[in-house]
DNA sequence: AATATATTTCCATATTGTGGCAATAAAGCC
DNA sequence: GGCTTTATTGCCACAATATGGAAATATATT
């Protein structure tokens, strides 16, 4: 019945198209901005074209994706927004102040980032005021942790254990970004660059031509696991500025700390 | 394997486990205001206690829902917030004044409700201004529709084939509802006065002692199906006032149409 | 302490989900 | 326009997965 591989096949609990089925939906959430055709949405999730193709179909009918018929593609539905009414604890309001700060004075987009199991979520965006916008991502859109810089900060901030799980984890999810850069050994050494310099940096990760610098927040009043990244058009910026925008971040970030936790 | 009744068996084009846990997370959606149990989460869509169990299980591990150790009860979880992140199209902004407004003028909390398949949800809420306020619902909060005065308004503006369709797939989803009064025969006839009066009136069907009173927004530029409601402590209003606020909000409506249509 | 109620674990069973293959449709490309 | 390529949908035999009953455990109530 099955030829493909399974991690671990008995880790389902009796759920196995359940698990697939949020794993589809948060492939979407991942690629949609792309374009989540059937055929990536198989490539990156690592299920067949038949079982991919019968999950969104049904998650689809379910209103949860939404199909672009003219676009042959599929996108994060109605349901989704929906239920996202009905969970309360958005930690965003305790930090869009700062990530508007943060855009103010570096001038570039500024992203609050989460992270979420084995990926990171953008929660908030804020556009800078240069000329030419790097916006490499959107609300809601989702990274595999260690692609893109706030991503990379968050990943780094685990133990050498976690590292290799989450990575392992991820399985097919990194090939669909550009270049090689996603391959296990330059996450790893990316990661080891990030804990030397307490910033983070990430080129042409998540989309060619952009470079951003992110920094981990120390979990404090909250729970959850955060970052704050920029990003600009990689020409515009000097490789020497990358630090001073760490250094801001983190004068930002605590700032925030000293203002609400005293 | 399966002694219970399945309306319609072939209907899951083989993903039967998909709609059951995306039943699940919209059941929890409804009760979790009023403790989201294992057993209430069964009772309500359904299920059989085993089955409710594994898929509980299964999207909390997903976090997908949120299990509450002390209460005994899950909750939507912090990847439905997530996911209606990425999910675009709020038609909450084009209302919210109208909201408002309403709130305002009638001093009663005021919601604007949308259809979901056989639900309504909560997009909205406003609180009014009265010493004592009827808060019968919370934003996201699920409904059976029928059940509430702006979920009745929907429902009154299907035509019969769909009010029998809706009410008959819900199941034993109404079943947690006060009283008797959502009986099917009871939700016909609020349909037939609904319609009589262009307006509806809910009393006690979502919480007991409460009074809604509700009027469905004629689909003009969006394309979701929307009612605006007001709620009331059932001793504090007079039967004669409910005609009153139909009338008051019909002309929120109206306006709104107009400024924004034209 | 005793009872009632709710939750979790276990397991044999067949229903359900699976993925290969083929048919069809749509988009590029000469 | 015909031809190639790519993407989507339908079909079906098979067994792995999901199912629900029942028993065991935990928790609340009297």
Redo the contacts with the bound molecule.
């Keep these: ?4 591989i ?1 991690i671990d ?1 008995a880790a ?1 609990g ?7 089925a949020v794993e589809v939906v948060r492939t979407v959430a991942q690629i949609q901005r792309s374009g989540a ?4 949405v198989a490539l990156a999730s690592g ?5 991919s ?5 049904s998650l689809t009918e379910e209103r949860l994706l939404r199909y672009d018929d ?1 676009g ?2 599929y996108h994060v539905g109605p349901l989704a927004f929906e239920l996202g009414l009905a969970a309360e604890g958005d930690v965003r309001t305790g930090w869009r102040d700062t990530v508007e700060r943060i855009a103010r004075e570096t001038r570039l987009t500024t992203y609050l980032m989460a992270r979420s199991g084995n990926e990171a979520v953008c929660l908030v965006c804020v556009q800078g005021s240069t000329a030419l916008r790097a916006m490499p991502m959107e609300v809601g859109q989702r990274l595999p942790l260690g692609i893109g810089a706030g991503s990379l900060a968050i990943l780094a901030t685990l133990d050498d254990d976690d590292v290799h799980h989450v990575i392992a984890a991820q399985g097919a999810r990194r090939d669909l970004f550009p270049g090689s850069s996603a391959k296990v050994e330059q996450i790893l050494k990316r990661v080891e660059l990030t804990r030397q310099r307490g910033y983070s940096v990430s080129c042409g990760t998540v989309a060619l031509g952009v470079i951003g610098v992110g920094m981990a927040i120390a979990p404090h009043r909250e729970l959850s696991q955060l970052a704050i990244s920029v990003s600009a058009v990689a020409d515009s910026i000097e490789r020497s500025e990358a630090q001073a925008f760490g250094a801001l971040i983190a004068a930002a970030i605590r700032d925030n700390h000293s203002a609400r936790g005293q």
Tied chains: 1, 2.
């Design positions: 019945m099955r030829s493909q399974n096949p389902t009796g759920a196995q198209a359940i698990r697939r055709s059937l055929t990536r299920l067949s074209i038949s079982t193709h019968r999950i969104l179909r003219i042959k593609c």
